[in-house]
């Protein structure tokens, strides 16, 4: 019957690194210091071909996804699924593992992998001067990009209200325009003539 195990451990990195590195085959390789290859399509080996697997789907700083495998299992046993939860928590980052569709019999053993070749290690080099360095790299290069996305949203959200905005004056001013044109002209009333004048009396009379 399938087994399966959960792990909880605390790395002293931010969840940027945590997931950067998981996910990058130099780095993956430097913390457990056993070769990790990127396979592409998001495939992937890990402890120098031990392990065989594929990204299945990935959460940006959050959770990661993978089927895996390992040469212990046999030709009938199901790929099993490894999720990674990870939890910003103090100066760092909790770090769960969810490993299911485990063979039977091989729970114990890759329990005791993952906190010997996983937590141990990444705990080591997490608090090392260069996983240090390349912690806060990563977490800058995410902070950058999450700003420049937001810029971009502003910015965009700024065009839209503009756009709007001289539509609705557009909109208004041909309706100004229409009802002009249809509004008729107003006629002008005949000039009375003037009344004449004293003095053209005066002269009639004369004239008589």
Same mark, same amino acid.
């Given at each position: 019957?399938?087994?399966?195990?959960?792990l909880t451990d605390i790395i002293p990195a931010?969840?940027?690194?945590?997931?950067?590195?998981?996910?990058?085959?130099?780095?993956?390789?430097?913390?457990?210091?056993?070769?990790?290859?990127?396979?592409?399509?998001?495939?992937?080996?890990?402890?120098?071909?031990?392990?065989?697997?594929?990204?299945?789907s990935a959460v940006p700083h959050s959770k990661?996804?993978?089927?895996?495998?390992?040469?212990?299992?046999?030709?009938?046993?199901?790929?099993?699924?490894?999720?990674?939860?990870?939890?910003?928590?103090?100066?760092?980052t909790r770090v769960t593992i969810t490993h299911?569709?485990?063979?039977?019999?091989?729970?114990?053993?890759?329990?005791?992998?993952?906190?010997?070749?996983?937590?141990?290690?990444?705990?080591?080099?997490?608090?090392?001067?260069?996983?240090?360095?390349?912690?806060?790299?990563?977490?800058?290069?995410?902070?950058?990009?999450?700003?420049?996305?937001?810029?971009?949203?502003?910015? =965009?959200? /700024?065009? &839209?209200?503009?756009? @709007? +905005?001289?539509? #609705?004056?557009?909109? $208004? *001013? %041909? !309706?100004?325009?229409?009802?002009?044109?249809? =509004?008729? /002209?107003? &006629?002008?009333?005949? @000039? +009375?003539?003037? #009344?004449?004048?004293? $003095? *053209? %009396? !005066?002269?009639?009379?004369?004239?008589?």
């Amino acid at each position: 019957m399938a087994e399966t195990i959960r792990l909880t451990d605390i790395i002293p990195a931010s969840p940027q690194a945590v997931y950067a590195a998981w996910l990058d085959a130099e780095q993956h390789s430097r913390i457990t210091n056993s070769p990790a290859t990127d396979e592409g399509d998001g495939r992937f080996t890990a402890g120098a071909g031990y392990i065989s697997g594929r990204t299945v789907s990935a959460v940006p700083h959050s959770k990661i996804v993978q089927s895996w495998r390992t040469k212990h299992f046999g030709l009938n046993d199901v790929d099993s699924t490894v999720t990674v939860e990870l939890e910003p928590f103090e100066e760092g980052t909790r770090v769960t593992i969810t490993h299911t569709d485990i063979p039977d019999e091989q729970a114990d053993s890759y329990r005791d992998g993952w906190n010997a070749n996983y937590f141990t290690p990444m705990k080591a080099y997490f608090s090392s001067p260069v996983g240090r360095a390349w912690s806060a790299l990563q977490t800058a290069r995410v902070t950058a990009r999450s700003r420049a996305l937001e810029a971009v949203k502003v910015v =965009k959200k /700024a065009r &839209k209200t503009v756009a @709007k +905005k001289l539509k #609705a004056i557009g909109a $208004k *001013a %041909k !309706a100004l325009v229409s009802a002009r044109k249809k =509004k008729p /002209a107003k &006629k002008s009333a005949p @000039k +009375k003539r003037a #009344a004449p004048k004293k $003095k *053209a %009396k !005066a002269a009639a009379k004369r004239r008589r």
